[in-house]
């Protein structure tokens, strides 16, 4: 895939999305064994076939219709046709839609893959990493491009069976890197069960035709210094960032959570990297409890629109700062169960502002950074109801991507988290509905405002993560 029109730049949460980086369910998820699937950070194992079928297939023919509809229109009835193959959405298949708007992660591998050197160097490194034989690297070096991307990212080498573990978080694209304006920072994944799609994002990012005129922009933040003279294995702090814990909100402003999975010190070196390549002016960083419930920050909120947020009431409920000695801005010696929010901007990073609480911050970015002038809407997970709350936050309620400014993308299955969604004035409709209506002229992308759209989420939602973890949005008005 090369497109010499491509253009990377994303400074918003809600600008209307033209390019984004994808990968859809591959064989290894219906491989998670369920005493490993922890280890490899899923909650449960899932039923592939239902998930590809029923449910991330809608979200593909979606995307499409949103961002590449020559791709799909008048097509859909042949493609569900085909439904016994599904080679429209198969990346090694003839039939695979190939659009250059909706990027698969897997044809971006198979493409530099097919570079011999490239192909080389990336086998050994796989191969030292997961602790291959020798021998067992000069057959993945001598297997075709198309078919060693598959073994890369399932595990699963036809003849030999499962060679290495499945990286079946792969579908989280937005945790191996975050478009900032026209940067691309790369992840620190805090999980060894990561490492292996972290190594295959950076070649890709590096070495594909598609990123080479942005290789110069491609930021990667330094690990701890000297941790490896340390003694013990987990001796300190490990410097992590995931993509999960980074939103950019407006072109200046850059937001990152310090979770389960990004490290006081990955957020620290991020914010000296960005303020030293004048990527942005301002970052604020939001402090949250390490638990596996929240994991990142667009777990507990996510935007809607310049004046509408989504958000989880039990963590964000406004109450007093009751503050601490700024001495240690970002120390993880304070395990709060509300957030703590610094503001930093530069030239005066030794002066943070801070915040009493999630909907001060978003109400100022709102309002500063969007210059919005109409009172700013926040809309509760489960409609601010325990435990439907804390129910719904766990499928995701909070983490929703959007397609444009007012139109969201979320499960069908957060049921008072819908009805806060209409108390607010927004329209509802299920995928499925919507595909056939886009299909028929019933309805066109322009038409639709102030909708969330509901995708079907059995099996999915089970994977704990949404369709903001599920996207790596590369261009946005």
């Avoid at 918003?12 to 980086?21: A, F, N, Q, V």
């Avoid at 009835?77 to 897997?106: L, Q, T, Y």
């Avoid at 994944?189 to 110069?216: D, G, M, Q, V, W």
């Avoid at 809309?379 to 435990?387: C, E, L, M, R, T």
């Amino acid at each position: 895939m090369k497109n010499e029109q491509f253009e990377l730049s994303v400074g918003s949460e809600t600008g209307t999305l033209r390019c984004l980086l994808i990968h859809s369910p591959d064989s290894g998820i219906g491989r998670v064994a369920p005493s490993k699937a922890q280890d490899w950070l899923f909650e449960d194992i899932l039923h592939l076939d239902t998930v590809r079928r029923k449910e991330y297939d809608y979200y593909i023919k979606l995307l499409l219709y949103f961002l590449d509809p020559g791709r799909i229109k008048g097509r859909l009835s042949a493609i569900d046709a085909e439904e016994s193959n599904r080679e429209f959405f198969k990346p090694s298949k003839p039939g695979f839609h190939k659009s250059d708007k909706v990027i698969e992660f897997e044809c971006l591998l198979a493409d530099i893959l097919g570079q011999s050197d490239i192909c080389k160097k990336l086998t050994a490194s796989v191969c030292a990493i997961e602790g291959c034989s020798y021998q067992m690297q000069q057959e993945l070096i001598g297997t075709p491009a198309t078919e060693l991307a598959k073994i890369f990212i399932s595990g699963y080498m036809p003849g030999h069976g499962m060679i290495f573990p499945p990286i079946p978080n792969l579908i989280f694209t937005r945790d191996i890197g975050i478009t900032i304006n026209n940067h691309i920072l790369l992840n620190k994944p805090a999980k060894k069960a990561r490492s292996r799609e972290t190594l295959l994002a950076r070649y890709i990012f590096y070495n594909h035709p598609l990123f080479a005129k942005y290789r110069e922009n491609i930021l990667e933040i330094p690990a701890t210094i000297q941790y490896f003279l340390r003694p013990g294995e987990e001796h300190g702090e490990k410097t992590t960032i995931e993509g999960g814990d980074v939103m950019v909100v407006s072109p200046d402003h850059v937001l990152i959570g310090c979770s389960e999975r990004t490290s006081a010190s990955g957020a620290s070196e991020t914010i000296k990297l960005l303020f030293e390549r004048n990527v942005v002016k301002k970052v604020t960083v939001i402090k949250i409890p390490h638990k596996r419930d929240f994991m990142h920050i667009d777990t507990i909120f996510t935007q809607i629109d310049r004046r509408t947020w989504v958000v989880l009431g039990s963590i964000s409920s406004q109450q007093k700062h009751k503050g601490s000695e700024p001495v240690d801005y970002l120390s993880e010696k304070r395990n709060k169960e509300k957030p703590e929010i610094f503001q930093f901007e530069k030239g005066r990073i030794d002066k943070p502002r801070m915040y009493n609480c999630i909907e001060d911050l978003l109400s100022d970015i709102s309002r500063t950074d969007l210059k919005c002038d109409e009172p700013v809407r926040f809309i509760y997970s489960g409609n601010n109801h325990f435990p439907f709350d804390v129910r719904e936050q766990w499928t995701d309620s909070c983490n929703l991507l959007a397609l444009k400014e007012g139109v969201v993308v979320g499960y069908d299955r957060n049921d008072r988290t819908l009805e806060a969604f209409k108390e607010k004035g927004f329209s509802v409709i299920r995928a499925e509905e919507l595909v056939e209506k886009l299909e028929y002229d019933e309805l066109s992308v322009d038409d639709i405002s102030n909708t969330l759209i509901l995708m079907p989420s059995a099996e999915l939602s089970r994977a704990r993560g949404g369709f903001h973890c599920m996207s790596m949005p590369l261009l946005r008005d």
